[in-house]
Every structure is written in structure tokens, then in C-alpha cells.
């Protein structure tokens, strides 16, 4: 197999490469995250992430990149990263007792062919109380994360009822597919 | 709180107890895990959990015990631990391509009271190679896991292509009931 590099900083999308027992390094490269704004909110994720993949343009034919965004969908209305605790509060509050859905878009890149996808989850909220939503934000500072929260974390172990799909794509990779497509795609 | 037991020696169940962020220490008392040849699949977990809590009877006031078991039904088969290799990939092959259950049963245990319930998620598999299985069982060496496989492993990586209900309940530990019955049960 050819060279793995994964452009993502994200420890979470570290960890579940590395479940499929890959070796692979990490390069990541700037880009700013912007998207059409008559685009799907479904094909946001796919679209970053196939984005994230056209700043390595310098690939050598032994070479395999990957990229991936997560993004937060209440109904049509992506949820991003809070860019405070009074954000991620209402970010929270509004997934309360009902369900929402992940989508985390992946693109494959090598000399030769690029190659993107996405998956959806839906996520079940308990219905949290203000003081279960407080010590959250206070203790973990979900800032770094889509929609203020990661399933891993507390509010994720005491709040999530029920998932369906596949758990790995919440955390931010679909990595059975990106499994498939690295062994059958011809990259 | 009270101080937290948990009767268990799963390292799984450690990591997901942890998530709670309560304090707790661990003690485990060995007891046969045996159950009734009539008693219905689906109730041997939380059976289980209840013979592992009996085994603590000289609980102090301030102290609550949790015990659990994790059971793995294809149809109404239970699938304990294989005892070698060929039993694992038996398993396996049974799981390829098809969903399965796993149930969680928990026990929580006060000088005062005495309760139990159990969870259930439905698990999907894509159809795994041979070459697939005999990776993980070589690699992995599945043999203290109910079903031969632990979702967080690489076959639970490349071949679960979905779940319906909690994670956390196949990793071994339904937690977000656990934590409202421990913060509204009145142990």
C-alpha cells in the first residue's frame, strides 16, 4: 500500500485511523473554510473535505491523502463550532430531547485520482437539563467542536440515548468506508 | 454521592464508567456464571449483573456496588467467549453479514435497595472475508470478549456498518441510564 498522509488536526480522526492499523503521518495544511451558500447543507461536509484535499497539490505517486470534516445538522441549519460559551449553550439547548444528524465527508487523493463521500448518523438527545448543559461547557470547552459537543465526552456518555449508523462517523471519521475505498479504489 | 463500586474487572467498563466523572474504586469477587437452563436469552445479562452484585453482601451505608454483564444473541443464541481460535472464527463467520443483538445488564446495589435493568443494541456487520476474520483473531486475540469481537477494535473498525441504540451499551455499559438511575434511584 502506498504512503498514508492524513490532513487533519484533529486527535479524534488520529485515533480512529489508527484503528485500521495503517501506518500514516499527519500534514495538515490551511485552507479557509468557506462554501457556496446554495450549497446543501448535507454536501457541506463532502465539499470541506474534497476542499481540505485541493491544498496538496504536490502529491508523489507513492502517496495517498486524506481529509474529512464533521458537520452538525439540526433540521437544514449546520451547527459549527461555538465560538462561545453562550453559543454553545444555545447550540446545546436546541439539541435537547429530540435528534439531529452527522455527517462527516471524506476525501481520498493520489497522484492519480481523488475520490470523496459522505456519511450520516442520527444522534438522540435526552432531554438535558441547564445544569447538565453548564458543567458541560464549563469543565470540557467543547469549542473545538461541531454543534458543542463531542459523543466521546461527558454529555455524550450521560445525554445520548441512541444512535443510528455508524458511531465512528460521529466521532468524525466514517472509517469502515474509508476502509473499503482505500482497498478497492485503485488509488 | 455515595462512594461508587464498580464490581468489575473489564478495563472497557472502567473507561466507560470513567466518563461519568464520578470517583469510584474497583473491587471484584469472583462467583460461578451460571444461569437458569429456562431463563430467556435476552434476561441472561441483567441475570447476570444481579448474581454478580449478590456476591456483595456486606455493603456499608455509604456504599453503592455496580456490577454488569454483556451477552451477544444471534437470534435467540447466546455467543459467549470462544474458548480458542476456530470457535472465534465460528463466531465471526456467524456475525458476517447480518445484524446481531448485544444486550448490557447492569446491577446497582445499596445497603437499601437493590435494582437492575438491561440494555439492547441491534449491530451490523458488512460480510467479512476470511482473510478479515483470521487478522483479527490473530492480531486481536478476542478470547475474554463475548461474540469474539470488541466494536472498538478493528473488526468492530472495517466491518460495523452501522448500529441502532447506545455505543457505549456494546462496549460493555448502558451509561446514560446508568447515570439517571444512580442520580434518581435513591440508593
Known sequence: ????????QSP????LLALLDYDFTIEVREIEEIFPDD????????????????AFSDIDENQIIITADTVV???DEILGKPKDKAEAKRMLTSL????????????IKSKYKTSSFSSKTKVFFKELKNSEIDYYI???????????????????AIGITKIE???F???????????????TGSF
Open 12 to 15: 479524534r480522526r488520529r485515533e
Open 73 to 75: 445538522l439540526l433540521d
Open 138 to 156: 464549563n469543565t470540557y470547552k467543547p469549542f473545538d467542536k461541531a454543534g458543542s459537543y463531542g459523543i466521546q465526552e461527558w454529555i455524550g
Open 169 to 183: 462517523n460521529v466521532v468524525g471519521l466514517p472509517i469502515h468506508q474509508l476502509n473499503d475505498q482505500l482497498l
Open 1 to 8: 500500500m502506498k504512503r498514508i498522509t492524513l490532513g487533519s
Open 39 to 54: 450549497l446543501e447543507a448535507n454536501e457541506v461536509a463532502e465539499y470541506l473535505a474534497k476542499l481540505k484535499a485541493s
Open 96 to 107: 435537547s430531547n429530540r435528534s439531529h444528524v452527522v455527517v462527516s465527508g471524506v476525501c
Open 165 to 167: 449508523g455508524s458511531y
